[in-house]
């Protein structure tokens, strides 16, 4: 049933007569009780329904008694985790940045490492002073200057970028690369210490001899892989060109294809510690 629900007329009026037997029965005395009798039912309905909620008409507040729920205590187990080690397992890898960051590195791994290998490779071209007179000077006629040092060095320079084809195409143009910037280095050092001390001048200087070995290097290898007159003539042209003997130039083809082959069978590692040396030439 609703409580809500607005009584019928006929019952209030008999309620109001019971009450007010001698007061004459208004409208308004009826409305007043039938919202007094809504207020009343109301109130009950919330104490059967919501007890906590309800109040005491002197305003004070009325409480039912808490019921204490009987909590069961938490068991805590301890968890131990299970590794299982198989064959099969990959290995971590990184992030995406790091793995970034490796690749480019990795790319950049044979210039640095060209550093030091050029350097050994350029300290094992320098030769002697003392073999430079006894071949050079005196058994090929080659006058104790500059450009006769630029141009026996740079020979030796030649052979071990031959030997350089052979390493990996990766790493290969890097150290030839340094091993002819080592020469160059060198070579503007002794320029400067004739005391020659305008950079216009060593300029000018470096690039006439840039030119020069390239040209070189071109007519070098061009005799390498043609036929020993060729390389004869570009021994001549470049190195022996005040040189009027034919034994010693023939002996100096034969030289250069001796310290090619001793290149040639020399290990990787050997060759790019700069672990090896050139023979002296020895022309009787």
Avoid at 33 to 45: C, P
Avoid at 86 to 94: D, G, V
Avoid at 99 to 107: A, G, H, P, Q
Avoid at 205 to 211: I, N, Y
Wanted: net charge positive.
């Amino acid at each position: 049933m609703n409580f809500f629900q607005r009584l019928p007329y006929s019952s209030l009026r008999a309620v109001a007569n019971i009450h007010s037997k001698n007061a004459p029965i208004s409208l308004h005395s009826i409305k007043s009780y039938q919202i007094t009798k809504l207020a009343i039912v109301s109130r009950n309905y919330n104490a059967d329904h919501n007890p906590h909620s309800l109040k005491a008409s002197s305003g004070k507040q009325t409480s039912a008694p808490k019921q204490v729920e009987e909590q069961t205590p938490i068991e805590h187990t301890k968890v131990t985790p299970k590794i299982e080690l198989t064959a099969n397992a990959q290995p971590k890898t990184f992030s995406t940045a790091a793995t970034f960051l490796r690749r480019f590195f990795k790319r950049l791994a044979p210039q640095y490492q060209a550093l030091e290998i050029g350097k050994n490779i350029f300290q094992a071209c320098q030769r002697n002073p003392q073999e430079f007179v006894d071949f050079w000077h005196k058994k090929a006629n080659m006058p104790e200057t500059f450009q006769s040092w630029f141009s026996v060095s740079l020979l030796y320079v030649w052979l071990c970028s031959v030997r350089l084809r052979a390493e990996s195409k990766e790493l290969a143009p890097f150290v030839k690369q340094q091993l002819i910037d080592n020469f160059f280095n060198l070579a503007e050092q002794k320029i400067r210490a004739q005391g020659i001390k305008s950079g216009k001048i060593v300029n000018d200087t470096l690039k006439d001899l840039h030119s020069c070995y390239l040209g070189m290097f071109v007519s070098f290898d061009q005799g390498f892989v043609s036929s020993d007159a060729l390389l004869a003539a570009a021994v001549w042209r470049n190195v022996l060109n005040n040189c009027e003997s034919a034994q010693v130039l023939e002996y100096t083809v034969d030289y250069i294809r001796q310290q090619l082959h001793m290149l040639d069978s020399l290990s990787s590692e050997a060759f790019i510690t700069g672990d090896f040396g050139f023979d002296p030439p020895n022309f009787n």
